[in-house]
């Protein structure tokens, strides 16, 4: 079933890293951690109560106490002191479900430790309170299209994610992600003020693209690329952006597919009737597929893993998550390259 395989395959990540092994790290000011030193063969982990020997760690996970904010006795003090001292290190900043940050997580362990490469370095912070504010936002029913901006109030959140994000600045990373399509509808209030790069999901599967080199399946026409996603993301508007900017035409699918097809899709899974969500999402690539589109784009978490592996459809359709973890690995290991040269 679908999603027993998805949450066998994060309850073997979790495993990775045992709760049992989280401490507090009260000299330096910040909330409870798990570190561990993984690699494909082998995972050790460590409690340490010194922050020198805590800096050796390669990957850092934290988890907030589940009330939205992280109490101010437990954040990071101002000193300059950090979790970790790696050139490339990766700040991932969770989002809507952990399950989808620690899918991330895991194609970042395993892509970067391929042909017996150390593993990157990362910090991980996950926020159960955020994850239920995203969810009501991305369950949020409506089909009007005509606001470029999710109409809810997203102060809250935002500023959350400012939080989390300073967090994860202050704790060592040195590049900031988010495993979450809907956060990245406010992916330029979230960065606002980070010195860091602060990678956009959007923009790495609009570039994957482009190196792609795709031809129009039609004369005459730009190459076209189908979204599929929840109304939320869609709304959101930032994956029309930035494939538009990179020359694409943008197919999405028309309101009664949405009514008919997409929304059904969701609720089938909600109801369990994995048989019934699969059967609409290949109704719906196929509505898209139809208006000649080279490719789709599956923007959302509910839509992957649904289709099996050996589905001639999945062929045409590609996870942009893939594209930033891909763009993830890129930045950490050219930076890894100038440290090396210096």
Same mark, same amino acid.
């Given at each position: 079933?679908?999603?027993?395989?998805?949450?066998?395959?994060?309850?073997?990540?979790?495993?990775?890293?045992?709760?049992?092994?989280?401490?507090?790290?009260?000299?330096?000011?910040?909330?409870?951690?798990?570190?561990?030193?993984?690699?494909?063969?082998?995972?050790?982990?460590?409690?340490?109560?010194?922050?020198?020997?805590?800096?050796?760690?390669?990957?850092?996970?934290?988890?907030s106490d589940g009330g939205g904010n992280m109490p101010e006795s437990k954040?990071?003090?101002?000193?300059?002191?950090?979790?970790?001292?790696?050139?490339?290190?990766?700040?991932?900043?969770?989002?809507?479900?952990?399950?989808?940050?620690?899918?991330?997580?895991?194609?970042?362990?395993?892509?970067?430790?391929?042909?017996?490469?150390?593993?990157?370095?990362?910090?991980?912070?996950?926020?159960?309170?955020?994850?239920?504010?995203?969810?009501?936002?991305?369950?949020?029913?409506?089909?009007?299209?005509?606001?470029?901006?999710?109409?809810?109030?997203?102060?809250?959140?935002?500023?959350?994610?400012?939080?989390?994000?300073?967090?994860?600045?202050?704790?060592?990373?040195?590049?900031?992600?988010?495993?979450?399509?809907?956060?990245?509808?406010?992916?330029?209030?979230?960065?606002?003020?980070?010195?860091?790069?602060?990678?956009?999901?959007?923009e790495c599967v609009a570039r994957e693209l482009k190196e792609a080199k795709?031809?129009?399946?039609?004369?005459?026409?730009?190459?076209?690329?189908?979204?599929?996603?929840?109304?939320?993301?869609?709304?959101?508007?930032?994956?029309?952006?930035?494939?538009?900017?990179?020359?694409?035409?943008?197919?999405?699918?028309?309101?009664?597919?949405?009514?008919?097809?997409?929304? &059904?899709?969701?609720?089938? %899974?909600?109801? @369990?009737? +994995?048989?019934?969500?699969?059967? *609409?999402? /290949?109704?719906? !690539?196929?509505?898209?597929?139809?208006?000649?589109?080279?490719?789709?784009?599956?923007?959302?978490?509910?839509?992957?893993?649904?289709? &099996?592996?050996?589905?001639? %459809?999945?062929? @045409?359709? +590609?996870?942009?998550?893939?594209? *930033?973890? /891909?763009?993830? !690995?890129?930045?950490?290991?050219?930076?890894?390259?100038?440290?090396?040269?210096?």
């Amino acid at each position: 079933m679908y999603t027993e395989s998805l949450a066998f395959r994060s309850s073997q990540l979790l495993g990775m890293f045992d709760g049992g092994m989280a401490v507090s790290f009260h000299k330096l000011n910040c909330p409870p951690i798990l570190a561990g030193n993984t690699n494909k063969t082998r995972t050790q982990y460590r409690t340490r109560s010194n922050p020198s020997v805590a800096m050796l760690q390669s990957s850092i996970l934290v988890q907030s106490d589940g009330g939205g904010n992280m109490p101010e006795s437990k954040k990071i003090s101002s000193s300059g002191t950090t979790l970790t001292g790696c050139s490339n290190t990766v700040g991932i900043l969770g989002g809507v479900s952990v399950f989808s940050t620690l899918i991330f997580l895991e194609k970042l362990v395993w892509w970067s430790s391929r042909d017996s490469e150390e593993c990157l370095p990362f910090v991980v912070c996950n926020d159960p309170a955020l994850n239920r504010e995203l969810q009501f936002h991305s369950s949020f029913p409506s089909l009007d299209r005509k606001n470029a901006r999710i109409q809810l109030n997203h102060g809250p959140i935002v500023d959350n994610l400012r939080c989390k994000r300073a967090f994860l600045e202050q704790s060592g990373a040195r590049c900031i992600v988010m495993p979450c399509h809907l956060s990245h509808a406010w992916h330029g209030e979230i960065s606002e003020g980070c010195s860091l790069p602060f990678l956009h999901v959007g923009e790495c599967v609009a570039r994957e693209l482009k190196e792609a080199k795709l031809k129009p399946l039609e004369a005459g026409t730009d190459v076209r690329i189908g979204v599929l996603a929840t109304d939320a993301t869609l709304k959101a508007g930032f994956y029309q952006e930035k494939l538009q900017d990179q020359g694409f035409e943008v197919v999405l699918p028309d309101k009664a597919t949405m009514e008919h097809i997409v929304i &059904p899709t969701i609720e089938s %899974l909600n109801r @369990k009737d +994995i048989e019934g969500a699969r059967n *609409l999402l /290949r109704v719906a !690539i196929h509505v898209l597929l139809v208006r000649a589109v080279n490719t789709v784009i599956l923007a959302s978490d509910e839509m992957q893993g649904l289709l &099996p592996r050996d589905d001639p %459809l999945l062929k @045409k359709c +590609i996870n942009p998550m893939d594209a *930033l973890a /891909r763009s993830t !690995i890129k930045w950490a290991q050219s930076t890894e390259k100038v440290r090396e040269k210096t």
